[in-house]
């Protein structure tokens, strides 16, 4: 799949990384509709948050609808 990944103060790209998986039982694997940088990507971009690694995936306001669920997931149907 493609992602806005992180490379450095400055330095975006589209790239490919591998397809989630559910991973632990309370996980849940969405397909984003549309999405969107907020405000701390952008701060995140000018390198003004020392935690965020080269790598990072960005764009975390997004409208999502849901594939696949851990086992006990129960608040949630693929679907949502």
């Known amino acids: 799949m493609k992602a806005l990944v992180y490379g450095g103060p400055g330095h975006i790209s589209w790239s490919d990384v591998p397809n989630p998986k559910i991973l632990h039982p309370s996980d849940a694997i969405v397909r984003v509709d549309t999405t969107?940088?907020?405000?701390?990507?952008?701060?995140?971009l000018k390198g003004d948050v020392s935690a965020v690694q080269n790598g990072r995936i960005l764009g975390h306001e997004g409208v999502c609808t849901v594939t696949e669920l851990g086992s006990t997931v129960s608040n949630l149907v693929v679907g949502d």
């Open 36 to 44: 969107t940088i907020c405000g701390t990507d952008l701060h995140i």
